[in-house]
């Protein structure tokens, strides 16, 4: 059942309505794109450092397995310090990867400084309009501006370097043995396609959890706390945070049942 209101529904169709282009994203970030440049160099090199290992440990496996005792002596500092080089290979690579956190705190910022510019502009009906009182306003600045942090921070890294990853493990495995990596790659899509759901699954299940309105009636409830007890209205808003916290926890036991097959 939908307890909110029909002004709280126009409201936040009015949010879902606005459409906000990638492209305005990124024009956001344009004087840290140095930085993004750098972090972007450290996934390449991160992603392409798994498949390279996995080249270099065969190779020395082979050579300790099947190679004399001289042969051995003589092959094994060339592997060894290929190994070295992998280690700081990865060094540079995780180091960089580092530069993604600082446009994405410069993005962070920016973002916040905007939008309390706006609404600090607003006029009086705005702050009146069900679901923009104060502890709303301060979620949406701590916690959605921060969501946005992911689009240039660590989730960022992260992706590009498995692209990476796997575009060198099929080359690699194309060069080594083609007819296996035919085999491999025809079951890439449906790893994809089945990831896929299981993330839908997984951001659907989120969506359905009202954690802005928990977190407001939280903050409201500790930042008035004297109108609270004069009112006594303690025993309400025990009762309305505990009705919050049993849907979470009917949302949450529905969602691991659906997601364990997955």
């Not at 790893?191 to 989120?206: P, Y």
């Not at 919050?244 to 997955?262: C, G, I, K, M, S």
Request: aromatic share 8%; net charge negative; proline share 3%.
């Amino acid at each position: 059942e939908d307890k909110r209101t029909a002004l709280e529904i126009a409201a936040e169709d009015e949010v879902e309505a606005k459409d906000v282009p990638l492209q305005r994203l990124i024009d956001l970030t344009a004087e840290n794109k140095p930085t993004v440049a750098l972090g972007l160099l450290g996934s390449l090199l991160s992603g392409g450092l798994y498949p390279a290992y996995a080249v270099v440990l065969s190779k020395m496996l082979t050579v300790l397995g099947t190679k004399t005792n001289d042969e051995i002596e003589d092959e094994t500092p060339l592997w060894c310090g290929l190994f070295v080089a992998i280690g700081a290979v990865a060094f540079v690579g995780w180091t960089l990867q580092g530069f993604y956190a600082f446009a994405g705190e410069n993005l962070t910022k920016k973002l916040r400084m905007m939008l309390l510019t706006n609404i600090l502009r607003q006029d009086q009906a705005f702050f009146d309009t069900p679901g923009r009182d104060a502890g709303a306003l301060s979620v949406l600045l701590s916690g959605d501006a921060e969501a946005i942090h992911l689009l240039w921070g660590p989730a960022l890294g992260i992706k590009i370097q498995m692209l990476c990853n796997l575009l060198v493990g099929i080359t690699i495995a194309f060069i080594f043995q083609w007819k296996l990596a035919l085999v491999t790659l025809a079951a890439i899509p449906l790893m994809i396609m089945t990831g896929a759901v299981q993330q839908m699954m997984i951001v659907g299940f989120s969506k359905d959890t009202d954690k802005a309105a928990e977190e407001t009636l939280i903050s409201e409830s500790l930042s008035n706390m004297r109108t609270v007890i004069a009112f006594n209205a303690t025993e309400a808003k025990i009762e309305g945070f505990a009705e919050f916290a049993e849907e979470a926890r009917q949302q949450q036991r529905y969602r691991a049942h659906q997601l364990a097959p997955a």
